[in-house]
């Protein structure tokens, strides 16, 4: 199964940015989707965007633009560029992956989790 390691969360002010990095341990990293969710106080984790092998990409309405999700298959890596960051987006973040070609936007289609990373964004 692969491992997964994210990086990159902080602190910051309502209107910075933050770059999230997934690290996946296997080679096969390359016929996976993966996806990042994220995890606020009190609440259900939820869809952040989600990113197929061949670059298929589907954001949650809420993100409006704000977020960027790319992925390099050479490295292993998939990243979450973060911008126009409000309160709101403070959460822990985890990066996701499943197998195959399909983007699900329900955590429960995923296999494979990070530990997470916190983000927290102060006004």
């Known amino acids: 199964q692969v491992q997964l390691v994210e990086s990159g969360g902080g602190s910051v002010q309502a209107g910075g940015s933050l770059r999230l990095s997934c690290a996946a341990s296997?080679?096969?990293?390359?016929?996976?989707?993966m996806a990042w969710f994220c995890q606020a106080p009190g609440k259900e984790r939820e869809f952040v965007a989600g990113?197929?092998?061949?670059?298929?990409?589907y954001y949650a309405s809420s993100i409006q633009d704000r977020f960027t999700i790319s992925r390099d298959n050479a490295k292993n890596t998939v990243d979450l560029q973060m911008s126009s960051l409000k309160p709101e987006d403070t959460a822990v973040y985890y990066c996701?992956?499943?197998?195959?070609?399909?983007?699900?936007?329900?955590?429960?289609?995923?296999?494979?989790w990070g530990q997470g990373t916190q983000v927290t964004v102060s006004s």
């Open positions: 996701a992956a499943r197998s195959g070609s399909a983007l699900y936007a329900t955590e429960s289609q995923y296999d494979a």
């Open positions: 296997e080679r096969t990293f390359k016929t996976h989707t």
């Open positions: 990113i197929t092998f061949n670059g298929g990409i």
